[in-house]
């Protein structure tokens, strides 16, 4: 079946434009996460969403960050005047809503900020 | 505190030699779940491994092993036989219930280097 996909692949935008950035989850996965990797990183937590419940959005960097989910559907995360330090890999993953389930990720959308 | 600690930062080996890959966590639930993830350069990070606490039998599969030891919170990863298509990062990562939800704790990684 169809994995988790985002888009775009790459962003380049210049500072304090507003981007967003898009995730499509593995159908019937209820959980989605969205991680941001820096350049020789490791996974930073941003928001987590599980079907109708309030996201968890302690990871959240600041309030330039948002994020919404459809239903169990498609996510977006919103970057609003954005900023060099933002330049990262935006990772989404997905799974079941399953206590210790794994997480499926997809390939990233690269932000580059100029 | 939940952590995941990966103190092995860049690994070099030549090609066909064994190594193993350290994974130190930290939790307080009792009921938890380890995981391993391999990224290759492409970037897109591949499941390889989940484990609950319950069980700590070591696994194989190939070329790859984990041993997992609740005595030392540790869940190593060993691949036998190294190729240059292991050339990665190799994330370990935690969660369980009830102190961590659903969040994932990741260690900062381990980048594997396979030399022909």
């Known amino acids: 079946g169809a994995g988790v996909s985002q888009s775009p692949s790459n962003k380049v935008t210049e500072k304090g434009k507003d981007v967003e950035l898009r995730c499509d989850p593995i159908?019937?996965?209820?959980?989605l996460y969205w991680y941001r990797q820096r350049l020789g990183q490791g996974l930073e937590f941003l928001i987590y969403?599980?079907?109708?419940?309030?996201?968890?959005k302690s990871g959240l960097p600041s309030d330039r960050f948002s994020a919404e989910r459809t239903g169990e559907s498609v996510s977006t995360l919103t970057i609003q005047r954005t900023q060099q330090e933002d330049s990262a890999v935006y990772l989404c993953?997905?799974?079941?809503?399953?206590?210790?389930?794994?997480?499926?990720f997809g390939p990233g959308t690269r932000l580059t900020v100029t | 505190a939940q952590k995941v600690t990966q103190a092995q930062t860049e690994i070099s080996v030549v090609e066909k030699e064994d190594v193993t890959l350290d994974c130190v966590y930290e939790?307080?639930?009792?009921?938890?779940?380890l995981f391993w993830y391999k990224q290759p350069p492409s970037g897109e990070l591949v499941f390889l491994i989940r484990r609950n606490s319950f069980d700590e039998q070591n696994e194989i599969s190939g070329r790859y092993s984990w041993n997992f030891q609740k005595s030392t919170s540790s869940f190593n990863f060993t691949i036998t036989a190294s190729q240059v298509v292991d050339s990665a990062v190799y994330f370990c990562a935690l969660t369980g219930a009830p102190n961590t939800g659903n969040q994932f704790y990741f260690g900062t990684g381990t980048s594997l280097t396979v030399i022909p």
């Open positions: 993953a997905s799974s079941l809503y399953l206590v210790g389930y794994e997480q499926y």
């Open positions: 159908s019937g996965h209820t959980a």
């Open positions: 939790t307080r639930d009792t009921t938890y779940y």
């Open positions: 969403f599980q079907g109708n419940s309030a996201p968890d």
